[in-house]
């Protein structure tokens, strides 16, 4: 079972960036597929970007498409979230999600909170205007 955890969320100013970080132990990182979600207050979490287990094929959500690319490195057993153009409605608690992948290919990204199985404590990010 794979423990997360998340770093890197603070202030920050409108246009700035941050480079969110979530480092996995008591699995095998690699065999993973990865996203990072967010959810704002009084709202539902919403999915950011995801990251595949082999190939590392990516995608995005519409409302952070072009400005958040999402990266892994499984030497450091560490997925990345590099945020810039921040946005006030950015703010909110990001969160790191993982499932273990046992498809042959492992190329499938995955985009909803469902079909994560393991989740971080969460790191608040504030973008002031």
């Known amino acids: 079972q794979v423990q997360l955890v998340e770093s890197g969320g603070g202030l920050v100013q409108a246009g700035g960036s941050l480079r969110l970080s979530c480092t996995a132990s008591?699995?095998?990182?690699?065999?993973?597929?990865m996203g990072w979600f967010r959810q704002a207050p009084g709202k539902e979490r919403e999915f950011a970007a995801g990251?595949?287990?082999?190939?590392?094929?990516?995608d995005y959500g519409d409302s952070v498409k072009g400005r958040f690319t999402i990266s892994r490195d499984n030497a450091k057993n560490t997925l990345y979230l590099q945020m810039n153009n921040l946005a006030p409605e950015d703010t909110a608690v990001f969160y790191c999600?993982?499932?273990?992948?046992?498809?042959?290919?492992?190329?499938?990204?995955?985009?909803?909170?469902?079909?994560?199985?393991?989740w971080g404590q969460g790191t608040q990010v504030t973008v002031s205007s």
């Open positions: 008591g699995g095998t990182f690699s065999t993973y597929a």
């Open positions: 990251i595949s287990r082999s190939d590392g094929r990516t």
């Open positions: 999600a993982a499932v273990r992948d046992y498809s042959y290919s492992g190329t499938y990204v995955r985009r909803t909170p469902n079909e994560y199985s393991y």
